[in-house]
């Protein structure tokens, strides 16, 4: 049973820092590309950062400088350090793990957690 297990969410004043885990199970992790994602009330799932198997990432741009995707394959997590945050980046966000084999593409998805940066 896959599961993906997010944690570190909460209330953080403008300014402020989070580090998102996302815990894997039931997956050969290492193989898999893994992603945080985010949803803002009333707006569409974004992505939000990315980092593949060899450890190559990429970052919404609204991001970029703030957000820093890792991810250790020893312990089966990935990981998203959130600095300088802004009240738009409020949000549920959510880690996904994607393989792709040939044509076939194989998402999972964490359950979220929600980040609120408010004064």
């Known amino acids: 049973q896959v599961q993906l297990v997010e944690s570190g969410g909460g209330l953080v004043q403008p300014g402020g820092s989070l580090r998102l885990s996302c815990a894997a199970s039931?997956?050969?992790?290492?193989?898999?590309?893994m992603g945080w994602y985010r949803r803002a009330t009333g707006k569409q799932r974004e992505l939000v950062a990315a980092?593949?198997?060899?450890?190559?990432?990429n970052y919404a741009d609204s991001v970029k400088g703030r957000f820093t995707i890792s991810r250790d394959n020893a312990k089966n997590t990935v990981y998203l350090q959130m600095n300088s945050l802004k009240p738009e980046d409020t949000a549920v966000y959510y880690c996904?793990?994607?393989?792709?084999?040939?044509?076939?593409?194989?998402?999972?998805w964490g359950q979220g957690t929600q980040v609120t940066v408010s004064s």
């Open positions: 980092i593949t198997s060899g450890g190559s990432t």
């Open positions: 039931g997956i050969i992790f290492s193989s898999y590309v």
């Open positions: 996904k793990a994607e393989l792709v084999r040939l044509s076939t593409k194989t998402n999972y």
